[in-house]
Every structure is written in structure tokens, then in C-alpha cells.
């Protein structure tokens, strides 16, 4: 491998990691996904989603596939999206809810706006995989 091709992937790599780094590393995204289970906890629009649900493997899941998204060093390991909400029956203003509490957690750990932007427009084109009607 010349050393051009490695400036190259150095260059890529750094690039990749950026929405992971805004987003505060693992640390970082690990307490803003226990907010956002929190958030979600106290919404009465969309707990009841949760009421069987092992909170501490959704806490683990949610920030390994955030941290993964945002090109961190994470490996998801769950279930796809179609496949974690199936038969859920998830309403647009369900899943609108559920994106307010995770904004309002963004916000309490102060991720800029365009940070949250980005991540946000990653988890859009999940839309379809979540609202399955």
C-alpha cells in the first residue's frame, strides 16, 4: 500500500468519525440515549410501546447502533429496524414523539443543532422501517 492510499483512508476515516465526536464519543452518546429512555419513560404518548420492554438492553442497543450510525466503533448487533418494530403499529405522531424525545435529550446535553441535524437525517431514512402501516 503507497503511502498516498493511506493519507487517503487517514483522511476518510477522520471524516467518518466526525458526527461521533460532535456527538461525544461513546460516553457521550451512552448518557444522551439514558435521557432519551428517560424522555421516552415519561411521554405518555409513546411509553406504552415500552412497558415490556428490557430498558437496559434498549438503553445498550440504541446507543451501540447511535454510536455505529455516527461512524463511531461500535458494531450493532440487534435485531433491523423492520424486524425490532414489527407489529408495533407506530403512528406518525408516535414516531414524532419519539424523535421530540430525542431532541429534547440532544439539547440537555448541548449537541449543537447541526450536529443534531445530521444525525436526525441519518435516522429519517429509517422512517419506512418504523412506521410499518
Known sequence: M??????????TATRSTALYDDLGGHDGIRQMM???VLNIAEDERVVHHFVNADIE?????????ICELSGG???YK????PE???GMNISRAEFNAIVENLITAMETH?????TQNRLLAILAAMHKDVIQR
Not at 440487534?78 to 429496524?81: I, K, L, N
Not at 448541548?110 to 447541526?114: F, I, P, T, Y
Request: with cysteine; glycine share 2%; proline share 3%.
Open 78 to 81: 440487534g435485531a433491523s429496524m
Open 57 to 65: 438492553r434498549f438503553h445498550t442497543q440504541i446507543s451501540e447502533h
Open 110 to 114: 448541548d449537541v449543537a443543532v447541526s
Open 34 to 36: 439514558e435521557t432519551f
Open 84 to 86: 425490532v418494530h414489527k
Open 2 to 11: 503507497s503511502h498516498q492510499v493511506v493519507a487517503s483512508s487517514d483522511t
Open 73 to 75: 466503533p461500535c458494531i
